[in-house]
């Protein structure tokens, strides 16, 4: 069974898909090019797809709206999206991960800074746990009655519930959970989550914070698990363990 990363990219300019898709395809994956939303559900209803590159101006349906479409999909929440975006639109990119994009490149972009972005989503995505970390004495961490099982890439709430996640957000709870009550600054979640792939004074885990707050924060506004710390960056409070055993 062939196992090559299939990538799906969505922009309706003919030029560029077709230029990516011979770039990407020289450098050892299979890719589609389709021009709009419509194609592109067509092609995952149809198809195994590893990562989607998807732009944000689309005729019909936009970017920002089938990013949320996605992650609302079970067979699609944890397909890793990287948004192309216009130059300089910081609240189009902002927008756009919020939505639960996992990376976004600005238009226009170079073909190796979208293939090094592509294979650094790709690695986080498929990474197994860290030798040494909480995560080696299981696959299942629990905290406060989650519990997240690294194996199946799965959170599940304490009453059971399975609790969709992008690849970034998944990302950035384990790096929390394998960091149980330490402060993490931004720069060390950039490290620990997304592999240094993201540009200076990046706000992406800002954003990512806030929505993995709204699904696991009893209450978003005031939250108790995962706390600002001024000045210093983020503490996960909960206790973690792992194969029965605190960490």
């Excluded at 559900?41 to 936009?62: F, K, N, S």
């Excluded at 885990?205 to 710390?229: F, H, Y």
């Amino acid at each position: 069974m062939d196992r090559t990363p299939h990538l799906l990219v969505v922009d309706d300019d003919r030029e560029i898909r077709s230029l990516v898709a011979q770039f990407l395809t020289k450098h050892g994956f299979r890719v589609t090019g389709v021009r709009d939303g419509a194609e592109m559900m067509r092609t995952l209803d149809g198809a195994r797809v590893d990562l989607i590159v998807l732009d944000l101006m689309l005729p019909g349906e936009d970017g920002l709206s089938l990013c949320r479409r996605l992650r609302a999909t079970p067979q699609t929440a944890q397909t890793p999206v990287i948004m192309l975006t216009a130059m300089g639109e910081e609240t189009d990119r902002i927008v756009g991960l919020e939505m639960g994009a996992d990376d976004y490149l600005a238009k226009p972009f170079s073909p190796r800074e979208l293939l090094a972005r592509i294979k650094a989503v790709l690695r986080r995505v498929s990474a197994p746990p860290v030798a040494g970390a909480p995560a080696a004495a299981g696959t299942v961490l629990r905290f406060e009655g989650w519990s997240l099982d690294l194996t199946k890439r799965e959170l599940r709430s304490p009453d059971g519930v399975l609790v969709q996640l992008s690849a970034g957000e998944y990302d950035l709870l384990v790096a929390f959970v394998e960091h149980p009550q330490r402060v993490l600054t931004r720069d060390q979640l950039l490290d620990l989550a997304r592999g240094r792939s993201a540009v200076p004074f990046d706000r992406s885990v800002d954003v990512q914070v806030s929505r993995l707050r709204r699904k696991i924060e009893p209450d978003p506004a005031e939250p108790t698990l995962i706390k600002t710390v001024r000045g210093g960056g983020y503490l996960f409070t909960p206790s973690v363990t792992s194969g029965g055993l605190a960490s």
